[in-house]
């Protein structure tokens, strides 16, 4: 997203490039040796990045269910999740995933999209467009997401650890 490389640099932070990477098929994960699957491909991705000259001090996860993976990733590589680097994820369905089982880390903040009002929004246009209440034009609605903080404890600074 150029938007949020261009804030990155206007706030004085240096985006890391995308780390993108081919995933194990999500489904099943449904025991802890498929779960260590997951997180050991994550931790092979993330290694050079974390141990690099100039590590994240935060990573956005495209999902809240990756922030599991990358969580359990960084342990793997030293690293205390949300103290040493910081998570976000997207879509707040954290709660729901039953990778929890896993591991006990959780997004910082995460994106609420706002499936239920997307979905609300889109029957009120599909009415409105049946019903003849719309010209011919296409329509474009938007429903704005919302940035969610997370009920998380305190989280010491890197140094502050007993």
């Given amino acids: 997203n150029l938007d949020l490389f261009e804030r990155m ?16 098929p999500i ?6 040796e498929r779960f260590e699957q997951h997180a050991r ?19 956005l996860a495209v999902s809240d269910e990756v922030v599991f993976y ?26 729901d995933w039953p ?3 896993y591991e006990s880390a959780i997004p910082l903040v995460t994106v609420d999209k706002r499936n239920a009002d997307v979905g ?5 246009l599909l009415t409105q467009r049946l019903d003849g209440d719309l010209g011919e034009a296409p329509e474009t609605r938007s429903v704005p ?3 969610v903080e ?8 890197r140094g502050e650890c007993p």
């Fill in 9 to 24: 640099r206007e706030a004085g932070a240096e985006p890391m490039v995308p780390l993108v990477y081919r995933q194990l």
């Fill in 27 to 32: 489904w099943p994960v449904d025991t802890a």
């Fill in 41 to 59: 491909l994550a931790a092979g991705y993330l290694v050079e990045h974390v141990r690099g000259k100039a590590p994240p001090d935060a990573l």
């Fill in 70 to 95: 990358a969580a359990t990733a960084l342990r793997r590589l030293g690293l205390e999740p949300n103290r040493d680097v910081l998570l976000a994820g997207y879509d707040h369905c954290w709660r």
């Fill in 99 to 101: 990778l929890r089982e």
């Fill in 120 to 124: 609300g929004e889109l029957v009120r």
């Fill in 145 to 147: 997401p919302v940035l």
């Fill in 150 to 157: 997370t009920p998380t404890p305190a989280v010491p600074k």
